[in-house]
């Protein structure tokens, strides 16, 4: 009887080992699972990583091509036009005295010049887009008052009259080329020198090597999906509950600015 019981305790005694034992294995096999899963998902992140960086890699360089393009264009026609790089892409800057009088929106020979070399460019390069950004300093219109209300107006018809030059005389496909007139909202120096002014009036040629396109009109919600999460909207809406919308008006003062700077020329 004792030696039966001693059997038994030794079986419960293997037991529980052996249940230990195949617990800590199923953990084990577990974690080797999940380990794997992390190692797998961790490749296909730094293959992603690496796709990416080649991918930036390919567009700094496009990018870096595209500059040097630029920067000599801008050299062979000289007259103060510099090659920037901004947040929107590089830009090519033509001064106020290479296109345009004071205050005026018709373009100078020496101008036209200038804009034959920039459509010889747009020709080489048929993938480029462009958007022909006017701006000006903040003087005030004087001499030329009554042609423009304000700098807007001016900077937008010497962007049009650019515009004008490139598609018509170049023959420049107008879905190529896209127009701005940004004023004074813009400046590239300050307004308080006349250095300064001259500098911000300037006729820049953004370059679009991929233009922005609009969404597509149409909704991508079927007719049938929006009726039925109409339906469904209205049937957890309880009939008791009745929303009563209130609008308020706010009134935001508007600010009058006051600059005060020297006028060198008259527009």
Not at 79 to 90: L, M, N, Q, S
Not at 132 to 143: A, E, L, N
Request: net charge negative.
């Amino acid at each position: 009887m004792y030696k039966y019981k001693k059997y038994v305790k030794y079986l419960f005694i293997a037991a529980f080992v052996c249940l230990t034992g195949c617990a800590e294995l199923s953990e084990l096999r577990n974690l080797n699972r999940r380990q794997a899963i992390t190692i797998r998902d961790q490749s296909d992140e730094v293959a992603k990583l690496k796709n990416q960086m080649g991918s930036l890699s390919d567009k700094l360089k496009a990018s870096e091509e595209e500059m040097t393009k630029l920067r000599k264009l801008a050299k062979s026609i000289g007259e103060g036009v510099t090659v920037r790089d901004t947040i929107e892409g590089p830009v090519i800057l033509f001064p106020e005295k290479i296109l345009f009088d004071s205050g005026m929106s018709a373009i100078k020979p020496n101008g036209e010049k200038a804009l034959k070399k920039m459509a010889g460019f747009l020709v080489e390069n048929s993938s480029i887009s462009i958007r022909i950004d006017g701006h000006t300093d903040t003087d005030p219109i004087v001499r030329t008052k009554h042609l423009w209300d304000s700098n807007h107006h001016l900077s937008a018809a010497r962007a049009l009259s650019v515009f004008q030059f490139l598609t018509k005389s170049e023959r420049i496909d107008e879905g190529r080329i896209h127009i701005a007139g940004f004023g004074p909202n813009r400046p590239i120096a300050t307004n308080a020198t006349t250095a300064g002014k001259k500098e911000n009036r300037r006729v820049e040629f953004l370059i679009l090597s991929q233009p922005f396109q609009l969404p597509p009109k149409e909704s991508s919600l079927s007719t049938e999906s929006a009726e039925s999460i109409e339906q469904e909207t209205e049937a957890a809406t309880e009939p008791e509950e009745i929303l009563e919308e209130t609008t308020s008006e706010i009134t935001v003062p508007q600010e009058a600015s006051e600059t005060t700077s020297e006028e060198t020329e008259e527009k």
